[in-house]
């Protein structure tokens, strides 16, 4: 047991306290990994805000990258030193989701309150997403680690552990792009920007943006958007089916919104389908019509982190990013240290940040 600084949620929609928690020594199967960055995501603020439920006290954080301090028994093909992402996709190996290669739905419950994490009083605390990665260290499951090249900077690799392939991934594997296929992509966050970049390396003709700050349309064209249309027009699907010329073949939604779902449909060609990446609060509800979809065969797809294999997916996505041709440096706003993570939060809540990334100095 070792004594770490992280930043704790106590209560609902309140700021984060730093504070030291205690830390297990990592048991069989899993991996000490110090923290050199931690993004902040949507999901991390959502459930801050108490839109996912869960214990508190607890630790969020989930988009890290660090280096391997300590292993637990049994660990196969990582070493202490290397350089690593960790992801939030804990998978067993093992159940019929695993075995049929959808590891992002692996269906071994896993108790996030009985990990690692304690209070320094020895309380239980909630391990958020499997990772608590708002903190310096971490212990986590051996699958969720993907080690990296040492010159990757963290920073940058943070975003990989899930912005980049939660939003490259909704539109390589979740939607099954075709080359010349049309999309939209509704949000143009961290994201958002990530959807449109899978897009443009799966072939898309077309791909049009949607969001309500004219600064970040702006944006989606450098990261490979080829039109854009504000989310403030009265009509903004008639809008995309003049620049198509018809309805778009996929439409990602990347906020999460109930609402948004509810007007995706209307952005659709016939036989088109509505990826769902965006994850709305447990309480709102979306509605559809079933006619209308069946009618026109079309469809809503869940897509959860891109529907990933991170082993197989990641070094691929290092690999576009060495040739120039995933932007990642790019997507970073700010640089925080973890006592700022609360202003870091604030900004992100601003809506025009891309990423924020809480870095650590040692």
């Known amino acids: 047991m070792q004594t770490i600084r992280a930043a704790v949620c106590h209560e609902f929609n309140t700021p984060l306290v730093i504070e030291e928690v205690h830390l297990a020594a990592p048991a069989r199967g899993q991996v000490e990994v110090e923290i050199d960055a931690v993004a902040i ?43 690593v992402c ?20 692996c269906e071994t419950r896993h108790d996030d309150t009985a990990g690692p994490l304690t209070t320094a009083s020895g309380d239980k605390m909630l391990q958020a997403m499997a990772c ?8 986590v499951d051996q699958s969720q680690v993907v080690t990296i090249p040492d010159d990757i900077g963290k920073d940058v690799a943070s975003l990989i552990s899930c912005g980049v392939i939660t939003g490259v991934g909704a539109a390589v594997n ?18 958002g920007l990530n959807a449109i970049q899978g897009a443009r390396i799966a072939g898309a003709r077309r791909i049009v943006a949607i969001d309500m700050l004219d600064e970040k349309l702006e944006i989606a064209r450098e990261f490979g958007a080829t039109d854009t249309v504000s989310a403030q027009s009265a009509k903004p699907w008639a809008d995309v089916k003049k620049i198509l010329g018809r309805g778009a073949d ?6 999460g919104v109930a609402a948004v779902y509810d007007q995706a449909p209307r952005y659709l060609a016939n036989s088109g389908r509505v990826v769902m990446v965006g994850m709305p609060h447990g309480d709102q509800k979306s509605s559809f019509s079933p006619l209308i979809l069946a009618d026109a065969g079309q469809g809503y797809v869940g897509s959860k982190m891109g529907n990933v294999v991170i082993k197989r997916d990641i070094p691929w996505m290092i690999d ?18 973890l006592e700022q993570i609360n202003e870091a939060i604030a900004d992100t809540l601003g809506g025009a940040a891309k990423r924020n990334v809480i870095v650590f100095k040692r």
């Open 132 to 139: 608590g990665a708002f903190a310096e260290k971490v212990v």
């Open 41 to 83: 995501c949507h999901s991390d603020i959502s459930f801050q805000q108490g839109g996912f439920g869960g214990h508190l006290p607890a630790v969020y954080g989930h988009e890290a990258a660090g280096r391997v301090t300590a292993l637990g028994e049994g660990v196969s093909g990582i070493a202490v030193g290397d350089s």
């Open 320 to 337: 576009l990013y060495r040739q120039g041709r995933l932007k990642l440096d790019e997507l970073i706003s700010g640089r925080w240290s």
């Open 174 to 191: 979740a939607a099954g792009l075709r080359v010349g296929q049309d999309v939209v992509v509704i949000g143009a966050g961290g994201v």
């Open 250 to 255: 996929v439409v990602l939604v990347t906020v």
């Open 86 to 105: 960790v992801t939030l996709v804990r998978s067993c190996g093992g159940c019929p989701s695993c075995q049929s290669g959808h590891l992002t739905t």
